[in-house]
């Protein structure tokens, strides 16, 4: 881990966020309390925080659906949007960059439903950008955001052709959904815009 430049330390840390903010909060808690050191390359700290993060997703993937085959694949959370954000940045991105942008974005989403509160909100944003996260990118609102909602139809054809998405509904408690509004996909690029 050592020899990591800056933006590859870093990007591992997204699918760690990822993972804690829909299986558990403590883990959220800890990352919380931890992103400064995690962003300044604590080794400690990223060997607490790889075993942990590990450790949820063998649980996830051991427990009844290893396949996920009735699931929304939660493990993809912050994803749809990311894997077409890697492609309209032709890659320019790193996957962990993209993912924490795809993490807020659906963070933002679900605080526009009234699925978690604002004050969850900003602590969610405010770890992604201790840990030294850009949660924008401008390719999110090229040509009026029609190409980043393709990326939703992409993944509806990755998941098998039934759009299921993991929104939040709390810190630690992930949620399927089947539908999403592309207003308010609209107004949460936009949100993240402006926080930019």
Same mark, same amino acid.
């Given at each position: 881990?050592?020899?990591?430049?800056?933006?590859?330390?870093?990007?591992?840390?997204?699918?760690?966020?990822?993972v804690?903010?829909?299986?558990?909060?403590?883990?959220?808690?800890?990352?919380?309390?931890?992103?400064?050191?995690?962003?300044?390359?604590?080794?400690?700290?990223?060997?607490?925080?790889?075993?942990?993060?590990?450790?949820?997703?063998?649980?996830?993937?051991?427990?009844?659906?290893?396949?996920?085959?009735?699931?929304?694949?939660?493990?993809?959370?912050?994803?749809?949007?990311?894997?077409k @954000? +890697?492609? !309209?940045?032709?890659?320019?991105?790193?996957?962990?960059? $993209?993912?924490?942008?795809? /993490?807020? *974005?659906?963070?933002?989403?679900?605080?526009?439903?009234?699925?978690?509160?604002?004050?969850?909100?900003?602590?969610?944003?405010?770890? @992604? +950008?201790? !840990?030294?996260?850009?949660?924008?990118?401008?390719?999110? $609102?090229?040509?009026?955001? /029609?190409? *980043?909602?393709?990326?939703?139809?992409?993944?509806?054809?990755?998941l098998?052709?039934?759009?299921?998405?993991?929104?939040?509904?709390? @810190?630690?408690?992930?949620?399927?959904?089947?539908?999403?509004?592309?207003?308010?996909?609209?107004?949460?690029?936009?949100?993240?815009?402006?926080?930019?």
């Open positions: 881990m050592k020899t990591l430049d800056e933006r590859d330390w870093r990007s591992g840390i997204s699918e760690a966020v990822k804690a903010l829909i299986k558990d909060i403590t883990f959220f808690e800890w990352l919380e309390n931890k992103s400064v050191l995690l962003a300044h390359r604590d080794e400690e700290s990223m060997n607490e925080h790889i075993f942990r993060c590990a450790e949820l997703h063998v649980q996830h993937i051991s427990s009844g659906d290893p396949f996920e085959s009735g699931s929304a694949r939660p493990l993809d959370f912050g994803h749809w949007a990311a894997h @954000l +890697e492609y !309209l940045t032709n890659f320019e991105i790193r996957h962990g960059e $993209a993912v924490a942008i795809g /993490i807020a *974005l659906d963070c933002v989403y679900s605080y526009l439903k009234g699925m978690i509160s604002e004050d969850a909100l900003d602590r969610i944003l405010l770890v @992604l +950008e201790n !840990l030294g996260f850009d949660l924008y990118h401008p390719a999110l $609102a090229e040509n009026d955001k /029609i190409n *980043l909602w393709k990326g939703l139809n992409e993944f509806r054809e990755h098998g052709g039934r759009l299921t998405i993991t929104l939040l509904e709390g @810190l630690g408690k992930g949620v399927e959904v089947h539908e999403i509004d592309f207003e308010l996909v609209k107004q949460a690029v936009d949100f993240l815009e402006k926080r930019s």
